[in-house]
T-cell receptor, first 113, second 112 residues
Framework: SQQGEEDPQALSIQEGENATMNCSYK?????LQWYRQNSGRGLVHLIL?????REKHSGRLRVTLDTSKKSSSLLITASRAADTASYFC?????????????FGKGTLLTVNP | NAGVTQTPKFQVLKTGQSMTLQCAQD?????MSWYRQDPGMGLRLIHY???????DQGEVPNGYNVSRSTTEDFPLRLLSAAPSQTSVYFC???????????FGPGTRLTVL
């Protein structure tokens, strides 16, 4: 399997704190995406970073990509209780279809009020 | 737009039964896919399609069939259900030029 791996598996923080999740993958990629999944719901796309980009921002989200280490991080600043969810990274691999995503196992984030 | 819709939301089958999970999208996306999500395993790709009449296997295709006769619909067929197919199934769609995928709400399947 070419799955990415998120770290940590679970993270519990207080509202207002920052949350950082990491993702590692095994082979060269075209793009890396982050998705959020609220309990019992489908996945929602958060942000995409291309292999030639190193950092990207979207609102309170900051994503970095280090292709030399085959890793990415997702930072959520000033977290809110509504950010409680599972977060997944997904990659599509160089030489493969852009549509074939490989997901990691996810990080469960709990933001306590 | 309704986005990606899936039916049913819940289903219980007995071993050996067959059924079809329905998926439809109204965004005119050429790409559609099926994933299964098991506890501790993340999402795994079952089958995908890059357009009407074109399908291909993903990571875990055994025990599942798909077809794509229209752009809108991408049903997933379980020919002879097994307990190992107990899972939550998600359908997703996307378009060329951008890799974001839009997910349906999922179907929770239990095979007894």
């Amino acid at each position: 399997s070419q799955q990415g791996e998120e770290d940590p598996q679970a993270l519990s923080i207080q509202e207002g704190e920052n949350a950082t999740m990491n993702c590692s993958y095994k082979t060269s990629i075209n793009n890396l995406q982050w998705y959020r999944q609220n309990s019992g719901r489908g996945l929602v796309h958060l942000i995409l970073i291309r292999s030639n980009e190193r950092e990207k921002h979207s609102g309170r989200l900051r994503v970095t990509l280090d292709t030399s280490k085959k890793s990415s991080s997702l930072l959520i600043t000033a977290s809110r209780a509504a950010d409680t969810a599972s977060y997944f990274c997904a990659t599509d691999f160089s030489g493969g279809s852009n549509y074939k995503l490989t997901f990691g196992k996810g990080t469960l984030l709990t933001v306590n009020p | 737009n309704a986005g990606v819709t899936q039916t049913p939301k819940f289903q219980v089958l007995k071993t050996g039964q067959s059924m079809t999970l329905q998926c439809a999208q109204d965004m005119n996306h050429e790409y559609m896919s099926w994933y299964r999500q098991d506890p501790g395993m993340g999402l795994r790709l079952i089958h995908y399609s890059v357009g009407a009449g074109i399908t291909d296997q993903g990571e875990v295709p055994n025990g599942y069939n798909v077809s794509r006769s229209t752009t809108e619909d991408f049903p997933l067929r379980l020919l002879s259900a097994a307990p190992s197919q107990t899972s939550v199934y998600f359908c997703a769609s996307g378009t060329s030029g951008y890799n974001e995928q839009f997910f349906g709400p999922g179907t929770r399947l239990t095979v007894l």
